[in-house]
């Protein structure tokens, strides 16, 4: 009798000290933690319009939580060359690419000059080479490219039927709300994605973007095209700033070219509102 009390006891215990260590886990990292600080006027003072963009920045060290447009923020769109992030990451992991790998350009002209020419990982994810990620799209094979996904919990992680391998990330089937694309690359830059410290090594490098003596930023563009709708302009990823890290993910409306510059300037003008480059 004595023993079945003691068992009963230690449940009891144990099943206490998991839903503690589980509400204090929520309590960290949810965003209502922190309140929302609306950036919205700090959107149009950089020239966006915050009723066609949105803006989310978290910094991670707190879950302090920097939007404009919440509902936009929940939207999901294609997430067009952004997505070079996680298709980089499932060819590094599964063997498709390695920091000295070639991709031998097919002799095919394609309007981007760039494009012409042989790429490594590297340069394909800096000039947005799609023809190389197609090629690693199709040589991994639809069940890698779509567990890949599933793994990162990127976004609806749909990857189409098995002629579009090459074309799902362009023709809006796998689609990623600004929202999502901040969970996915917090779980990046924390390193709690399934991924061995080699990938992360090699993903971080190919990443950087733009840095300073105290700041460094590894960030893509992306430049979803339609010729019926409106074209959507994605600017994702993360500031590093002495030891707080900031990630960010804006998508806006792009009604012509002009707006391509402004994916980056609105989104420096934010982080330069919010202080994140102040690193001192």
Known sequence: MAAKYWQESMKAVTFCGLFAVGWLTIALWSPAVAQEIDVGPSVSAAGGKTESATIVIQRLSDGQLWIANPDRARRRFSPASTSK????????ENGLAAPGSVFEWDGVPRSNRAWNQD???QTAFQNSVVWVYQRIAQTAGQRVMSDG???FGYGNA???VVEQITTYWLDDTLKT???EQVEFLSDLALERLPLSA???AVANDIMVSDASSNWIMRAKTGWRYSETEKDIGWFVGWLECASETYVFALNMDMPDT????????VMYHVLQEIEAFNCD
């Open 149 to 151: 996904l599933k793994s």
């Open 119 to 121: 790429h490594t990982l």
């Open 85 to 92: 992030i996680p298709h980089s990451l499932i060819a590094l």
């Open 158 to 160: 749909d990857v189409g």
């Open 258 to 265: 002009s707006y391509l510059s402004k994916r980056k300037a």
């Open 177 to 179: 709300s600004a929202l």
């Open 198 to 200: 080699a990938t992360y």
